[in-house]
């Protein structure tokens, strides 16, 4: 396993850092969180994003990708978290992008995927019912009717689903088996809640009431199961990516905070306490990166152990949530009562760390993911 970006994804990550910066840095999350926008991002600097290519990074040439592998999406997402930049990557491209890849036919992916590539329409995935990430658990009826399906039923969080152009939902078939239907938003019986986060992004609550669909709304082209289990796992992947750039900034914002900050006459970094935390944050975020770096090449082994990528990524998620953790309350303790304020960026990064930590799975359905792996070999 390479511990250190090769060189085009050095290039990518290169790429990424200079257009955040001068297109998203943090203040620009602050400015759409007090706009109260209602979807949490900058339609301006997504566009960007497309235009640089993000949205094709890991699509195969003939589908209108770059074939570059998904690996591509590590320094991304690193660059995102460090950023703090709000972007429909993950929902629309990542997860949905996923799963239209698996299991679309070539006529659903002729329709959708040059109209995601391209950012001209948005998806959303609408997978969880429960407070918790639990994505076995699948109420949501899809009722065979005439040619096609009835779907009943709620989604209670459903990232980047307000002002979505579509979303892919999760429904239980009549044979009790799971399907994943294209929704097009203005839909019959389909009504869309924002949900307020404390990290200010886009979260929505689905209510599907006697939606009607024509069959060819099931993507059923492939093993449903198997593809959801691999876009979850690819996405898992992203945030803690995301979550290692937050550590990343965190930890960099918090040193330099050790140097400058003077109290009896000497830079509060020289105290033998602070440096021995400051130390400890650091191998905690190092041990972060390992696992990120695992996770990725994992995913990038097409033909690789299906079990070996679960454990792997569950790892990665495991240990981005933990380190997250610890260096987010860190740095708001080693900057004494200013760590709190509201002007500060760190609150900021604070109250990302905690809604992604729970996106896609906790730290517990993490560690159990990882030990059922290791259990079955």
């Known amino acids: 396993m390479s511990l250190i970006y090769n060189e085009d994804q050095q ?23 007090d706009q109260g926008v209602a979807q949490g991002f900058d339609s301006g600097v997504w566009q960007g994003m497309v235009e640089l290519g993000w949205s094709a990074v890991a699509f195969a040439e003939e589908q209108g990708g770059l074939d ?16 703090l930049s709000a972007a429909p990557l993950l929902s629309s491209v990542v997860l949905c992008g996923s799963l239209i890849e698996q299991l679309a036919s070539a006529e659903q992916q002729q329709a959708l995927l040059p109209q995601l590539i391209s950012g001209a329409q948005r998806y959303a995935l609408a997978l969880d019912e429960h407070d918790r990430h639990q994505p076995d658990k699948c109420t949501l009826q899809a009722v065979a009717e005439g040619d096609g399906y009835r779907l009943d039923g709620s989604k209670c969080w459903v990232a980047d689903g307000v002002e979505a152009d579509g979303w892919l939902v999760v429904a239980r078939l009549p044979d009790g088996l799971r399907g994943v239907f294209v929704v097009p938003a203005g839909t019959a019986g389909v009504s869309v809640a924002p949900r307020r986060m404390i990290d200010a992004r886009n979260m929505a609550a689905l209510s599907l009431q006697q939606v009607e669909l024509p069959a060819e709304a099931l993507l059923n082209s492939g093993d449903t199961e198997a593809a959801l289990e691999r876009a979850l796992d690819r ?40 440096q021995h935390r400051a130390a400890r944050l650091y191998v905690q975020q190092q041990l972060a990166r390992n ?27 495991w240990k981005a949530n933990q380190a997250a953790q ?39 359905l993490m560690a159990a993911r990882y030990a059922a792996q290791r259990l079955a070999r």
Do not use: W
């Open 11 to 33: 290039q990518l990550l290169d790429s990424a850092r200079d257009y955040l910066a001068a297109r998203s840095p943090v203040s620009a999350q602050r400015a759409l969180r």
């Open 68 to 83: 570059f592998g998904f690996a591509g999406y590590a320094p991304i997402f690193e660059q995102i978290g460090q950023h």
């Open 235 to 274: 996405g898992r992947a992203c945030l803690a990516a995301e979550l290692l750039g937050i550590c990343d900034r965190l930890l960099d914002t918090t040193v330099e905070y050790l140097k400058t900050r003077v109290q009896f006459d000497a830079p509060i970094g020289s105290f033998q306490a602070l």
């Open 291 to 317: 696992a990120v770096m695992a996770a990725f090449e994992a995913l990038d082994r097409e033909q690789g152990d299906i079990a070996e990528r679960r454990r792997l990524v569950a790892l990665a998620k």
């Open 326 to 364: 610890l260096i987010s309350n860190e740095a708001v303790q080693m900057h004494g009562g200013i760590g709190v304020t509201d002007e500060l960026d760190i609150g900021l990064y604070l109250k990302r760390v905690r809604v992604a930590q729970a996106q896609l799975g906790r730290s517990d």
